[in-house]
C-alpha cells in the first residue's frame, strides 16, 4: 500500500523529531568528554562544543595519580557486582516463594515486604542497627542491606505470576524440587526481567555515595562516586583556573594545570562509562518476550 504525501510528511516530521531529541539528550555527554580530552588550560578560554581544540589526556592522568581514587574504582566495581548477582539471586527466590498461591505466610509476607517500601527507620537509628550488627566500616555494608528488594520482588513475581502455571507442575510431575524448578524452569524463563532489575540494581549500587559517607569511612572502602563528590565539591570551590587542592602538591601539576571544569568532566566520564558498556550486554532481554512462545 502505497503512502499518501500527508503520510509521508508526518513520517518526515516524526524522523526529524526523533533526531532532535537524540542530539538533546546526547550533546551534554559528547561535550563533557570533548571537554575531558582537551587541554586543562585552553578549556579556560571556552569554545569547546564538538571536539578537543587542544587534546589531553593528563585529565584523566589527574583523576587516577593517587591510589586512593583507582582503589575507589575497585570498590565500586566489586560493590556493583555482588550486589547486582546476590540482589537478583534472592529477589528472584523470594518473588518465586511469594507466587505459590498456596503459600501459608504469602500474604503476611507481602505485607511486611511493603512496609519496608513506605516506612523508614531514619538516618540514626539505621547507623545504630549497622554498628550492633558490625557492619560499620565495613565491606558488607554495601551487600547486606540490598540483599533483596521490595519492588524488585513485586515485579519479579508478576512476570512470574503471568507465566502458564503448567511449567510448574509439569515438573513437580517429573519428580523436580522447589530449587531444581527454580534454577532450570523459572530462571530462564524471566531472563528479561531479571535482566532490567539488575540494570536497575547496578546503576543504583554504582552511583551510590551516600551510604559510604556514613557508614564506610574508612579511605580504603570509600567508593568512586564518593571520590569524586569530594574532588567536584573541593574544585568547585576554587576558582575557574585554579588547580584543585589534592593536585597542587604536585609538582608535575605545576607544568600541566587541572581545572575544576575538566577535572570534573573526566569524572564525569570515568563514573559514566562502566554501566554504558554493560547496558549493551542487558539491552537483548529487554526485547525478548518468549512467554508467547509457550504452548499449554
Known sequence: MRKSIGDKIVDVIIVLFML????VMLYPMWNTLAVSFNDARDSIKGGIYLWP???????YQSVFRTDKVFNAFLISVARTVLTTILNVFFSGLLAFVLSHRDFVLKR?????????M??????IPTYFLYRN????????????????????VIVIRTYINSLPPSLTESAKIDGA????????????????????????????????????????????????????????????QQGASQQPDYLQ?????????????????????????PILVVYPFLQKYFVTVNIGSVKE
Open 53 to 59: 581544540r587542544k587534546w589531553s589526556f593528563y585529565n
Open 118 to 123: 513506605y516506612i523508614n527507620a531514619g538516618l
Open 133 to 152: 550488627l558490625g557492619l560499620i566500616n565495613k565491606f558488607w555494608v554495601y551487600i547486606l542491606p540490598a540483599l533483596v528488594g521490595a519492588f524488585n
Open 108 to 116: 503476611f509476607t507481602t505485607i511486611f515486604m511493603l512496609m519496608t
Open 20 to 23: 532532535f531529541i537524540i542530539i
Open 249 to 273: 602538591k604536585s609538582s608535575e601539576a605545576q607544568s600541566s594545570m587541572v581545572t575544576p571544569n575538566s577535572l570534573r568532566a573526566a569524572m564525569t566520564m570515568v563514573a559514566t562509562v
Open 177 to 236: 524440587t522447589e530449587m531444581k524448578t527454580y534454577f532450570h524452569i523459572i530462571i530462564p524463563m524471566c531472563m528479561p526481567v531479571l535482566a532490567t532489575v539488575a540494570l536497575w540494581v547496578a546503576v543504583g549500587a554504582w552511583n551510590s555515595w551516600f551510604d559510604s559517607y556514613i557508614f564506610a569511612t574508612k579511605q580504603s572502602l570509600s567508593t568512586l562516586q564518593y571520590e569524586m563528590m569530594k574532588i567536584i565539591s573541593s574544585s568547585m
